[in-house]
């Protein structure tokens, strides 16, 4: 049973920094961030593929430069290193895995088949 448990969530003023974890079970090329914030659609966050011959980081525009995806493979562990967060930042983070990386990744959360049950970024001003 594939099991995604994200920690590390919190409430923090702007500017500060936060890191996420999701401790996985099984092996994954491709895993991702997402998050939703109350009332507005799922988006994806940052993505990695991590391959036998290709290693890729994804962000989207509003994250890049503050936001860091990895990877520990040996301890099972995603994170996302989140730096000057602003309030807009304020959502539930999920992680996911078993979809697809690259091109609009992003916009395809349906297609990631597993995901954890989320942990609370708010971020006040």
């Known amino acids: 049973q594939v099991q995604l448990v994200e920690s590390g969530g919190g409430s923090v003023q702007s500017g500060m920094s936060l890191r996420l974890s999701c401790a996985y079970t099984?092996?994954?090329?491709?895993m991702a961030w997402f998050r939703q914030a109350e009332g507005k659609e799922r988006e994806g966050v940052a993505a990695i593929y991590n391959g036998p011959h290709r290693h890729d980081l994804y962000y989207v525009d509003p994250v890049k430069g503050r936001f860091t995806i990895s990877q520990d493979n040996a301890k099972k562990t995603l994170y996302l290193q989140m730096n000057s967060l602003k309030p807009e930042d304020s959502a539930m983070y999920y992680c996911a895995t078993q979809g697809p990386c690259g091109g609009d990744w992003f916009t395809r959360g349906r297609e990631f088949k597993f995901w954890g049950q989320g942990t609370q970024v708010t971020v006040s001003s």
């Open positions: 099984g092996s994954w090329y491709c």
